[in-house]
């Protein structure tokens, strides 16, 4: 953990990478900027854990190899427990009362491609419902996928960052078993535009824009497109294409039985395409693209 107290008076922010072991686009954006801001950069304090999840991310794996668990489904953790657990229970009881802000770096690890996006949820609390569509907005990827409260699983980052009042987005940018240039510039740049406007820094490179984040959220029971055979599938639609109901989004083929036709999965909602599963083969029940609807947050 590096922890850059700045010259100046500043929020408290804390940054986080491979809270997913798997996921290396946050974890080589983090370790850049621990290496590029110094006391007199910053306006405020950086509290930066590159590899949140080290034992995970050293054995390339979503979750720990000590304990199995899933860091991001382990909140708000156990002082006593397992070292994933204490872990969560550090940053929930530890760090995050001393924080203002989270930017928790995902991607889809070995598992899915993201179109750059930035999740978070629409907080009960109205002010921190404004800053955090303040930080979706300035992080500046092309969507934002944004999630009712009483929908939220209780046992994430961003649900430890409710109970205790910090304003929590979560990027999610590239994946696929590897790390994309687009991807980590995407994380990198975001994370320098979220403290840029938070007055934390001055840094130029941090200015581009993509000229507007548009909002989307998901639909219960349709936004996932699941498998519904075992065999090797061929995507038939695009990172960002928008999609109809009814519409093919893919094919998935029985190696064992070349002559059957392939099997055609198809959506039932309109929406854009913002992730796709990474691997060729797939088992039934397999997710292969999650599907966001657009959503105005006034509305909710």
């Not at 109901?245 to 099997?263: E, H, I, R, S, T």
């Amino acid at each position: 953990m590096t922890v850059i107290r700045g010259a100046a008076p500043g929020p408290t922010v804390l940054l986080l990478g491979g809270v997913h072991g798997d996921e290396y686009e946050g974890q080589i954006a983090l370790a850049k900027m621990v290496r590029a801001f110094e006391s007199k950069d910053v306006a405020g304090t950086l509290i930066v854990l590159p590899s949140t999840n080290l034992p995970a991310a050293v054995a390339n794996n979503r979750l720990s190899p000590v304990d199995n668990v899933n860091l991001n489904r382990a909140f708000p953790g156990d002082a006593n427990g397992t070292p994933t657990q204490m872990i969560a229970h550090y940053i929930e009881e530890v760090l995050l009362p001393t924080c203002d802000y989270v930017i928790d770096l995902h991607s889809g690890g070995s598992s899915l491609e993201y179109l750059p996006c930035v999740r978070a949820r629409l907080s009960a609390n109205l002010q921190i419902r404004h800053k955090t569509l303040e930080m979706v907005r300035a992080f500046d990827a092309e969507f934002g996928v944004l999630f009712r409260p009483a929908k939220a699983e209780p046992r994430t980052m961003s649900a430890a960052c409710e109970r205790k009042g910090v304003v929590y987005i979560n990027p999610e940018t590239g994946g696929g078993a590897r790390v994309a240039r687009k991807a980590l510039q995407a994380a990198h740049e975001g994370t320098l535009r979220c403290l840029l406007a938070l007055e934390m820094i001055e840094d130029a490179s941090a200015r581009r824009s993509s000229g507007g984040t548009r909002t989307a959220t998901l639909v219960a029971g349709a936004s996932l497109v699941h498998s519904d055979s075992d065999g090797v599938w061929e995507p038939l639609v695009e990172l960002g294409e928008a999609v109809v109901p009814g519409q093919p989004l893919a094919a998935v083929y029985n190696l064992k039985k070349p002559w059957l036709a392939p099997q055609t999965v198809s959506g039932s909602i309109a929406g854009t395409v913002l992730c796709r599963r990474a691997a060729a083969w797939v088992e039934v029940g397999d997710c292969l693209f999650e599907i966001g609807v657009d959503f105005d947050p006034e509305s909710a």
